[in-house]
């Protein structure tokens, strides 16, 4: 019992022993009255929790039209059962809170407050520890598709701390939200909600039950369903790709993602730069894709500061020129073909360098260079 519930009986104690309330009908009454109350109350707060947790909106093809067309295009393409589908919308709930959390994504943040969330001294040390409990699966999958153990270990580590935190959305629920009451995807979530169908029916998942991020990603390494279905890859050779439980699915299909999004091998990701004054204007554009070589930002006054890893970078090796929210201004690099790559994992900047920044962390702390 909680020091305020012993408080409050005490209180009721001294009411009733009190010489001021003597007769018996009359304290019985009193109690009857306290315990009318206190039931309405109780009831009250029961409904107010019921409501806040009940279904914000159950989705019906009566109320969206798209929903209907969507489900005709499920029947007729992949041979879906109308009723059930029908049935499963039923059971869904748009929730305002997706959109609402889709409005102010994490990585809209400045970088240098960005980088505090995943750059941590936790996040270094769990990293090397989840290195060491899977170098075996690491070691293979680095072999076999040729990305960096590091590189692996630090996108389950941002996207889930290493597994722990998949999501606790149920996925349908935010796929349904996204593809119909967020005009400015809609479009991408209805590809994501088809691919999520699919994807459960292939894996013989109820699509209620699954969890997820607030965007529909899914598992370890948190891919989007589309993702799941085009990369994801059995390892661990149980017949299965199982995002959810297999780390030797997630490792590899992490490292198969990058691979197939044209990581090359032992090429550097990215070097600081610097922009000498005197160029002719300001430097564009920025953007994560490398479309300029070297030698035409050398030739508007970009440089990269190298170190050792990039030193003889060549000058048509094609960068393109990152500018990151610091503390005390903007931080310039240039970002080759690998840092794009990262970028196809997830569209930010802030995040590639997040990545990128906790691989050499958790490389150079595994080797016992930190
Ligand atoms: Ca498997």
Known sequence: MSADECRSNRSYERFFSSAFIRDPRFRQRVRFIIHRCSSVFIGSCLVFLGACAAPVAAVSPKDYPELGAFIESMVERHGFDRAALTRLFRRATLRPQI?????????????????????????????????????????????????????????????????????????????????????????????????????????????????????????????????????????????????????????????????????????????????????????????????????????????????????TTPEDRRAALIALEGETGPLYYLGYNNFYVITRYNRSQNYAMAVYQLARAIKSRYYGES
């Open 99 to 311: 959109v609402a959390a889709m409005e102010r994504p994490y990585e809209a943040l400045p970088w240098h407050e960005y980088r505090r969330t995943f750059l941590t001294e936790a996040r270094v040390r769990l990293g090397v520890r989840y290195w060491e409990r899977h170098k075996d699966i690491l070691a293979r999958a680095e072999e076999h598709y040729g990305v960096p153990a590091e590189l692996i270990v630090a996108i389950i580590g941002v996207e889930t701390h290493y597994g722990a935190g998949q999501g606790r959305h149920s996925v349908l629920d935010a796929l349904v939200t996204l593809a119909l009451d967020y005009p400015p995807r809609a479009d991408f979530f209805r590809r994501e909600l088809e691919a999520f169908l699919l994807l459960t029916r292939e894996l013989d998942l109820d699509p209620a039950d699954v969890r997820g991020s607030y965007a529909g990603a899914l598992g370890i390494p948190q891919f989007i369903p589309t993702s799941y279905r085009e990369f994801a890859v059995d390892f661990d050779n149980d017949e299965r790709r199982d995002l959810f439980n297999s780390s030797e699915d997630a490792i590899a299909s992490v490292a198969n993602f990058l691979s197939r999004h044209g990581w090359a091998t032992g090429q550097p990701v990215i070097d600081a730069a610097a922009i000498k004054s005197g160029a002719d204007g300001w430097p564009e554009p920025f953007g994560p894709e490398p479309t300029r070589t070297l030698r035409e930002w050398l030739a508007d006054g970009v440089f990269p500061e190298h170190d050792r890893a990039s030193e």
